[in-house]
């Protein structure tokens, strides 16, 4: 077998796996298949999601069933304003063994999950939310003098609720950009909500089978690594990135007049990692244009800082991108 | 090439239209040729705006893999074409098994791809502009504009028109002409001025093919003129070089010589006499001498003739030759010698068949004085008195040829005639109609004829000459300036009656009408007529009648009343046209002055 037939059947076995996974999720989940996607999405590209929506639609479920069908270990923080970092990091303490002996021991946080859910991640301090920080880019936690690694796949989902906005503490730059995407939960349709209320409503209750193992998952995340960009796919990815910027080449009047600051470079990372992973997800051995296009509201929306006139028209970030991506074309000398 | 295309049809307007509004002003303004120039100078510049664009787009980079992105994204592929074509270019060594992959299956694609229907090269709606304005251009090339030109009005025919006095006049001069002459050329000559007349008369030629006929003819006859001249010239020097060689006949030859003809007659028939007269009839030498000069001198003028055809022949066989060698040299190119040899040999060639023509003249002329002289050689010979004889007709001939001279002067009147009609006729186009109608008017009156019917209501000009206090003095033509002549008519004394006394009526022939006392007395006044105390009688004087006719200032003042006719005034008039005459020929008169005398004496001429 060549490496290109090997390859192919890489794909094709990741292709398997998604839908595998798919199919088990959707058995909890209603709809919300681009959700789904995105998170999915952000787990195979190593990285975190922001899950913003309302509350009820099932945020928290969907990661529940995510770390069910994946066999990971998952943690949920519920994050209040009195919630202070130990309280997701751990804390040392001292424990006395089976000899009598005392020793001080560090008791790990929920923080040190596979698959970490931080509910209305917005409610806590930035003292607290900072302490996400180091865990979230690092994947290890460092208290007092001693680094604990976290293990490997680890994937924070954090939610938050953008209506009820008085007591809480909205992320700042710094940590918005460490998430990979910021998916926008949807309400429901009509067909969806009838699906939720019967599988909420009556005795059922469905479990969902582990279809991944976490090694199958580190495999599929390097293969996702692996998937090739091409020049042209890379350079657009680039140029969507640059047009965020006020400043930039080719940025429309609307990000010139509405836009304070542009995405950083984690912007065009996430683009095209996720554009590997929508390849992936279509059995195809290369990212597009098209999968940039499609990735760019998630992995750009929170990282479009608009400015006091922006924030004041009420112009949406995710206008200010589909205007980019309307008015950028496909190529440029 | 969709850009390209788009382009053209984006900037086509711009030459088209211009071309347009340039062909329109053209045709609207029906400018000139130099005119339209600046519009189609000015028309590079949207040609040049055209072709540039044009040329911009053409030659612009490209974006990497625009076309594979084209195709890519009009089947649905994900860039997997363009991908693969990407990954192609990565050395084979560095490309991963997924590049590999994706090569491969970008040439799995290649087969599905429809460039054409990708990339269609779509009709820019600017086209139908860019056709529209094509459309124009080519209706307005088509467009015919009318340039309305004033064309000159047609020529109209004015026959040159003579008085009726005038052209009687100029008849009489030819009739004279031709009863005085009886050579054929002058009689021509005669007959041609004579049809010039009859033309006029006839209002048959204009202005200017009668000043062409009268140069024609002038030209003619003082060809003829000269030609007859130096003929004859000619012959009789030929005749006194060969007479010169003897003594006896030296005293013709001489006169001859000097164009004496009548001295030349006379010696000729000295010499006869001479040889008639037995008592001093010269040596037989002397004869034989005589005899070869005469002989010689008959065979002169034929001689020079074949002399000249012979020449003429050389020169005909010299140029059949040279147009032999330059039609051989023709493929050679250019041959300067012949073709200068050839004008020179056509030259020749013409001055020869002058001299042939005036050889002839010449042989014509001294034909029968040649023939007397030959006969005279061949009888000298037997008969010394015999060729006497001859040489009497011989004189004759020189006789005649004197009288040929006549002719020659009958021609020069002609020629006088015509220079006289040319300026009579130049006058008259300068006198204008005005002047016609007078010079018509008085021909009638010089003829004696009345004014009758010719009559203008109401203008104070009456005809008649009765009274004649509204006619004034007679005024014969206008001269230049204010040169006029005036013929004094007297206020008093029987007139004919014939015109308008009073200028406000038509003229007739009523010889009781006219300005006279009248009788009785106007009805309104009071009172008896006028009755004169004194008595008075009336006495008729009359002249002693000498039987010699009337008085010269009789006729004259007779002729101003009743015309320029009758025997007395033609008498007179002959008087006076004489000592005029020679007094223009005697005295230094401007030659400009000349003409009004004699134009003076055409007028007054006396009428049949």
């Known amino acids: ?38 998170v999915l999405s952000c787990m195979l590209g190593s990285s975190h999601a922001l899950l913003e929506g309302v509350p009820g639609l099932g945020k928290t479920m969907l990661v529940r069933t995510l770390a069910g069908v994946l066999g990971l270990e998952f943690s949920r923080i519920q994050f209040t304003p009195d919630l202070m970092p130990a309280d997701i990091i751990g804390t040392v303490v ?42 979230m880019q690092e994947h290890r936690v460092t208290v007092g003098r001693t680094t604990h690694v976290i293990e490997e796949p680890y994937f924070v989902l954090a939610t938050q609720n953008p209506l009820e906005m008085e007591g809480t503490y909205p992320l700042p730059e710094a940590q918005l950009d460490r998430f990979f995407y910021k998916l926008e939960v949807p309400f429901p349709s009509r067909d969806e909500l009838h699906s939720i209320i019967d599988r909420t409503t009556s005795t059922q209750h469905a479990e969902v089978k582990r279809v991944l193992t976490r090694a199958q998952i580190l495999e599929m995340q390097a293969l996702v690594r692996r998937v090739p960009v091409a020049r042209h796919v890379q350079d657009y990815a680039i140029r969507v990135l640059m047009a965020t910027h006020p400043n930039g080449e080719e940025a429309p009047d609307l990000v010139k007049r509405f836009v304070r600051t542009g995405g950083s470079p984690r912007g065009a990372q996430a683009m095209l990692l996720g554009a590997k992973v929508r390849a992936l997800f279509d059995g195809r051995f290369a990212a597009s244009i098209d999968d ?42 | 090439m969709a850009a390209v295309f788009s382009r053209i049809t984006l900037l086509l307007p711009l030459p088209l239209g211009y071309a347009v509004l340039a062909l329109t002003l053209v045709k609207a303004l029906r400018l000139d040729a130099a005119s339209q120039r600046g519009w189609w100078l000015f028309g590079v510049v949207p040609l040049v705006v055209f072709l540039v664009g044009v040329g911009r787009v053409m030659f612009k980079p490209r974006p990497s893999w625009q076309g594979s992105i084209a195709l890519d994204q009009f089947h649905g592929f994900h860039d997997r074409v363009t991908s693969a074509l990407s990954f192609s270019q990565v050395p084979a060594a560095e490309r991963t098994p997924l590049m590999q992959a994706a090569i491969e299956d970008g040439v799995a694609l290649a087969a599905k791809l429809d460039p054409r229907r990708a990339v269609a090269i779509r009709v820019p709606r600017e086209l139908g502009v860019a056709l529209a304005l094509l459309l124009g251009l080519a209706a307005l090339s088509l467009l ?62 204009d202005r200017h093919e009668v000043f062409q006929r009268m140069g024609d ?101 010299e140029r059949k030759s040279l147009l032999k060698k330059k039609n051989d ?51 000298l010979m037997r008969d010394a008195g015999q060729s006497a004889q001859d040489l009497e007709q011989g004189a004759q001939d020189i006789n005649r040829m004197a009288k040929q001279e006549t002719t020659e002067e009958q021609k020069q009147e002609l020629l006088k005639k015509l220079q006289e009609m040319r300026e009579l006729m130049r006058q008259q186009g300068k006198g204008g109609k005005d002047q016609m109608q007078r010079m018509q008017k008085f021909g009638q009156r010089a003829r004696g004829q009345s004014g009758a019917g010719q009559g203008q209501p109401g203008d104070g000009q009456g005809e008649g000459q009765k009274g004649g206090k509204k006619d004034g003095p007679l005024r014969l033509g206008s001269g230049p300036g204010s040169v006029s002549i005036e013929i004094p008519v007297p206020q008093t004394g029987s007139g004919q009656g014939q015109g308008q006394p009073s200028g406000d009526k038509p003229g007739g022939s009523d010889p009781a009408s006219g300005p006279s006392y009248g009788s009785g007395h106007d ?68 030659s400009g002055y000349r003409f009004y005398v004699r134009r003076y004496f055409q007028l007054i001429r006396p009428r049949e």
Not at chain 2, 332 to 348: F, I, S, V, Y
């Open chain 2, 329 to 379: 040299k023709a493929d050679a190119g250019a041959t300067p010698d012949l073709d200068k040899k050839l004008a020179d040999n056509e030259r020749r060639l013409e001055h020869l068949d002058r001299e042939k023509n005036r050889a002839e003249r010449s042989q014509k002329q001294m034909s029968e004085l040649d023939k007397q002289l030959a006969q005279a050689a061949r009888d």
């Open chain 2, 144 to 205: 015919e504009v009318r340039h309305f030109r004033q064309l000159p009005p047609p020529p109209s025919f004015e026959p040159m028109v003579m008085s009726a006095d005038d052209i009687d006049l100029f008849r009489d001069v030819a009739k004279e002409l031709q009863a005085k002459n009886d050579d054929p050329n002058a009689l021509i000559a005669v007959h041609r001025f004579n049809q010039l007349v009859e033309d006029i008369a006839e209002h048959r030629l």
């Open chain 2, 217 to 317: 003819l002038e030209r003619d006859l003082k060809g003829d003129l000269e030609l007859d001249r130096d003929a004859r010239d000619e012959g009789l020097k030929g005749l006194a070089r060969e007479l010169q060689k003897s003594g006896l006949s030296k005293a013709a030859a001489t006169a001859l010589d000097e164009k004496r003809l009548a001295d030349a007659e006379k010696a000729l028939r000295e010499l006869a006499e001479k040889l008639k007269n037995k008592a001093g009839r010269p040596s037989a030498a002397e004869l034989d001498k005589l005899r070869q000069a005469l002989e010689k001198a008959s065979q002169s003028s034929e001689e020079r003739a074949k002399s000249i055809d012979q020449r003429r022949r050389e020169l005909q066989e």
């Open chain 1, 1 to 38: 077998m060549t490496d290109a037939e090997q390859a192919r059947e890489e794909v094709a076995e990741f292709q398997k796996r998604i839908g595998a996974l798919r199919e088990e999720i959707g058995r909890v989940i209603v709809g919300n298949r681009d959700v789904i996607d995105g």
């Open chain 1, 94 to 135: 001292l424990e006395e063994g089976a000899g009598g002996a005392r020793q001080l021991e560090f008791r790990r946080g929920p923080i040190f999950a596979n698959i970490v859910l931080a509910d209305e991640v917005n409610r806590a301090t930035p003292k607290t939310q900072s302490a996400l920080l180091e865990a």
């Open chain 1, 292 to 333: 940039v296009k499609a990735t760019a509201l998630a992995a750009l929306r929170h990282r479009v800082l608009l400015s006091f006139e922006g924030e004041a028209e009420g112009v949406a970030p995710d206008r200010v991108i589909n205007e980019i991506l309307k008015k950028l074309p496909g190529s440029k000398e």
């Open chain 2, 523 to 590: 009805p309104n006044l009071a009172g008896n007529a006028t009755d004169l105390k004194g008595k008075t009688t009336d006495v008729t004087a009359a002249g002693a009648d000498t039987g010699q006719g009337a008085a010269s200032s009789q006729v004259i003042y007779g002729a101003a009343e009743r015309g320029f006719v009758g025997r007395g005034y033609k008498r007179v008039f002959t008087d006076y046209q004489t000592v005029a005459e020679r007094a223009l020929s005697q005295d230094e008169i401007p």
